[in-house]
Nanobody, 112 residues
Framework: QVQLVESGGGLVQPGGSLRLSCAAS????????MAWYRQAPGKQREFVAS???????TYADSVKGRFTISRGSAKNTVYLQMNSLNPEDTAVYYC??????WGQGTQVTVSE
């Protein structure tokens, strides 16, 4: 069983940057994919980015060129570097492992 804890959310002005972290604990040897999703008010949860055990990375079109997903050297942490943020990026961001385990979420608000 894997447990996830996200951190790094907050309030930022348009054009600013934030870095989210997700620390995994528990049975991590079998993790195949770590990913970030987000859910804006009144909208469905949507995919943001993912990184496979192999290192292969996928991004949603809406964040390509602005967001970067990476894993820590110990492979139990995944990061999401978010640059050039705009108000449409406002959402609760969730970490996900293997499509099943979710973190508690961290709020990102982009506003003047």
């Amino acid at each position: 069983q894997v447990q996830l804890v996200e951190s790094g959310g907050g309030l930022v002005q348009p054009g600013g940057s934030l870095r989210l972290s997700c620390a995994a604990s528990g049975s991590m040897f079998s993790i195949y994919v770590m990913a970030w999703y987000r859910q804006a008010p009144g909208k469905q949860r949507e995919f943001v980015a993912s990184i496979l055990r192999s290192g292969s990375i996928t991004y949603a079109d809406s964040v390509k060129g602005r967001f970067t997903i990476s894993r820590g050297s110990a492979k139990n942490t995944v990061y999401l570097q978010m640059n050039s943020l705009n108000p449409e990026d406002t959402a609760v961001y969730y970490c996900n492992v293997d499509g099943s385990t979710w973190g508690q979420g961290t709020q990102v608000t982009v506003s003047e």
